[in-house]
């Protein structure tokens, strides 16, 4: 769904230079309502990642180090290396040293998905119903162990539990509007004819059919781009749940908001012990990357919002716009962090939010975009189409009932 919804504005910004965040603020109504709106909305879902990731990563350095102590000790290291941690995602993004650090994350976390697939042929898992799980949608429920062991996991509403993994994987508005930004460096179609500063107005496009054909062309990096990272986030999720349900549901066992990936290390230790070293070193990189990517995607996602609409934006230095952009991530995740014990309550709002219910408002607003400045021959075909409105009405819904239910909780 969320492969789809991210590839239909990845074509729209290849076909017409422009960020479809920027062709937003001409929707009916007061202009540039809907850029400010998912700009806002996005930046305000900043800093519960922000202090929901570092929190997982700091539970991850005690479980490396074998830290021990009590649950209160565990809770205040797992706070301090998450400070760290967001100290020095900051520096480092202030300093604009990512590049080698992407290419060695891509590097680790791509050994970590063969070995993650590999485990998954291993554990042997009763295949015919991963098909049916995969493919037969149905509401889950938690098994009655679950009830008894883990209360605390069991009070979580089944469909608030939903709609936070189903806005954790893959990510949501806040991650897709800077990824889209770093297009401009790739420079794909009529991209390159285009800085993102302001709306320049529509550039005529030639309906010829060698024209038509050159900017399907076009479409090919977009496809490879958005088709083989979403793959991965496919067959990751794939694999972790088809090995969380061979592995760990005979056990009967859940990870702990304080130690929470001991247990998924039994998913490649099934090959040799050794592998445990392995699989800490990917996943710690592979949140570490996380949070430091994240930083420069906000930044990014912060610019693709507000340039285009905000003079004062436009006319502010870059580098004290990012200054703006992590001096105000850091200063909103460090409250969150200190102030909340489990990581996954942190991100809950935010993962609902921006990462499920705006992603099918997205699709709709796509639509609305494709029809309203492409040409008939460039415009979405009906395959397509029909695929963005299912995207957009199931994740709409999700959203919307997840929202409800986390709403009514909270009084």
Known sequence: LKGIQVYTAARHFTLTGEHPVTHWGQFPGPRNWVPWTVGIVSVLCYPFWLAGLPMFIGTTINWIFGIAGSEAELLFYARLWGTLCILLAVTLTWLQSYGALEKVQTFLVGLLLLSIVAACFAAKPDWLAALAGTFVPKVPDYAPWVKDAYPKVAEIPVWIAIGTF?????????????????????????????????????????????????????????????????????????????????????????????????????????????????????????????????YEIYIRTAEECFRPISRRVREMPKRKFRLIVLIYCAAGALPLLWLMENPVKIVTPAAIIGGVFMCGLWCFLMIWTDRHFLPKPLQMGRTLLALTVVSGTVLTVLGLKALWDYAVGLF
């Open 166 to 294: 189903l806005g954790a994987i893959g990510g949501g508005t806040y991650d897709y509007i800077g990824y889209l930004g770093c297009f401009r460096e790739k420079k794909w179609g009529l991209i390159q004819s285009r800085d993102g500063s302001k709306d320049s107005g529509l550039l005529p496009i030639d309906e010829s059919p060698e024209n038509i054909r050159r900017g399907k062309r076009w479409l090919l990096p977009a496809k490879i781009d958005v088709g083989v990272g979403f793959f991965c986030v496919l067959l990751f999720t794939i694999c972790f749940l088809t090995l969380g349900a061979a592995m760990l549901h005979p056990q009967e066992l859940i990870p702990d908001s304080a130690d929470p990936l001991k247990h998924q290390a039994e998913f490649v230790t099934q090959f040799h012990p050794a592998m445990k070293y392995f699989y800490q070193l990917g996943i710690f990189m592979a949140f570490w990357g996380t949070i430091y990517g994240a």
